[in-house]
């Protein structure tokens, strides 16, 4: 089974409304954030908490028909944040985009499908909030490696000293890849300012 993904990846900077308690954010709303272009029914919210610094989660994805679209945003600490376009047939197929999320910013970044992702912690204690498309299926669970040459990626973790999963250790190449995942366009990385978006 093959699908046909756009490419847009979304950073949203999330407006947050301060006084002397503290502040409060929205940081989803079906509306607004349609009105941004990004029309998603998200299913399932996890969490995950990375102790250690280095901590490298990645990278992940899930083949049809149970492929997702994330909304990924840091709770506490900061993390580095990355995407691969896995999309045969776009120019960008094989490129990789990275933004740094923190809990200070509260900048979410929207991952459509055909796209692999994965973070590395850049402090102690990191934990992100997530939001995805389609329930988890194991049957379904797929990656890449994270240290694939070919994929150009700037991580600021040396490999002998990133923190993995065993699994994560073991995801094949992108040479070595069967991708479910097609493309025209080229994957893009826009930024939305949510306070200037109508409901």
């Not at 093959?2 to 847009?8: A, F, I, M, Y």
């Not at 083949?63 to 840091?74: F, G, W």
């Not at 691969?84 to 910013?105: I, N, P």
């Not at 934990?127 to 991580?155: C, Q, R, T």
Request: hydrophobic content about 45%; overall charge negative; proline content about 7%.
């Amino acid at each position: 089974m093959t699908l046909e993904t756009s490419g847009r990846l979304v950073l949203l900077k999330t407006p947050r409304y301060g006084d002397a308690r503290g502040w409060f954010a929205e940081t989803w709303s079906r509306a607004r954030f349609a009105a941004a272009g990004i029309d998603c029914d998200f299913v399932q919210d996890n969490q995950s908490r990375s102790q250690p610094q280095g901590v490298v989660r990645g990278l992940h994805f899930q083949t049809p028909p149970y492929a997702q679209a994330k909304l990924v945003r840091c709770l506490r600490g900061a993390i580095l944040d990355v995407a691969v376009d896995l999309r045969l047939g776009a120019a960008t197929f094989g490129q990789a985009h990275a933004v740094e999320l923190s809990a200070d910013s509260g900048d979410q970044l929207f991952i459509p499908p055909g796209f692999a992702h994965g973070f590395v912690t850049l402090t102690p204690g990191a934990e992100i909030a997530y939001k995805v498309s389609a329930p988890y299926a194991p049957a379904h669970e797929a990656g890449l490696a994270w240290d694939d040459p070919e994929l150009d990626i700037a991580w600021p973790v040396a490999a002998d000293q990133a923190v993995l999963a065993d699994r994560d250790r073991a995801w094949p190449r992108l040479r070595d890849l069967n991708s479910p995942f097609r493309g025209v366009e080229a994957s893009t990385l826009s930024i939305v300012d949510l306070a200037t978006v109508s409901r």
